[in-house]
């Protein structure tokens, strides 16, 4: 079963909440066939609801695409923020720990196969949405990036690094650990952890052959 496919895949356990189990199928869905082809009977009966109890729950198909951005981006958020938290501030070994971290980081949130397929959807539906298209976008990659570069800057100020601009080192770091993952298989394809490990060990060393501290 190929990645996709799993993302459009019922769980066998249904989620306790029927909003939850809602807003499951829902992205199953908009994921697997587009909005527009998209009915909410379809839906109620993945979730194992009624029609009316989507409705009452959420709202209708569009409102539908609104919460489950929300849902997702939310989750997303607080993953990525979990995994920052694992940040090396003073770490052993700069270059194993920071690969080590950047491995997490795209294997737990660049590479989180929900949120990449919900990205690929938004840039389809974006002409109908695009309020909401640009409000995920700055929630998304933006919102994220001063609570990354607060990392770097602890590590410059603790003499692991030598940067005058945590923001901009961040931006480099997240672009060269990302620069070698596979595309040929499409976004919605979780790289293998072999890919991960070896993009992030090009990255980090090539970030660092950049913003290492001199000697």
């Not at 539908?64 to 993953?79: G, I, K, N």
């Not at 990354?148 to 602890?154: G, H, K, Q, S």
């Amino acid at each position: 079963m190929s990645q996709i496919e799993a993302l459009a895949t019922p769980s066998v356990t249904r989620p306790a909440s029927k909003r939850q189990a809602i807003l499951d199928a829902a992205k199953r869905a908009f994921v697997r066939d587009g909005i527009g082809a998209v009915g909410i009977d379809a839906i109620a009966i993945d979730a194992g609801v009624s029609r009316q109890t989507v409705y009452n729950q959420i709202g209708d198909k569009d409102q539908l695409f609104v919460a489950v951005v929300e849902d997702v981006t939310t989750r997303s958020s607080a993953l990525l923020m979990a995994t920052l938290a694992t940040f090396p501030d003073r770490p052993g070994d700069l270059q194993a720990d920071l690969t080590d971290f950047a491995v997490r980081l795209l294997g737990r949130c660049m590479c989180d196969i929900d949120g990449r397929a919900l990205s690929l959807l938004l840039v389809r539906e974006s002409h109908r949405f695009p309020e909401l298209f640009e409000t995920w976008h700055q929630y998304g990659p933006g919102k994220d990036w001063p609570a990354l570069a607060a990392c770097f800057d602890r590590l410059a100020r603790n003499g692991y690094l030598d940067i005058t601009d945590a923001s901009l080192a961040a931006r480099h770091f997240m672009a060269l650990i990302n620069a070698d993952l596979p595309t040929d298989q499409g976004p919605c394809v979780r790289p293998s952890e072999e890919a991960l490990r070896s993009t992030a060990t090009l990255g980090v060393s090539t970030f660092l052959r950049a913003f290492g501290a001199r000697p």
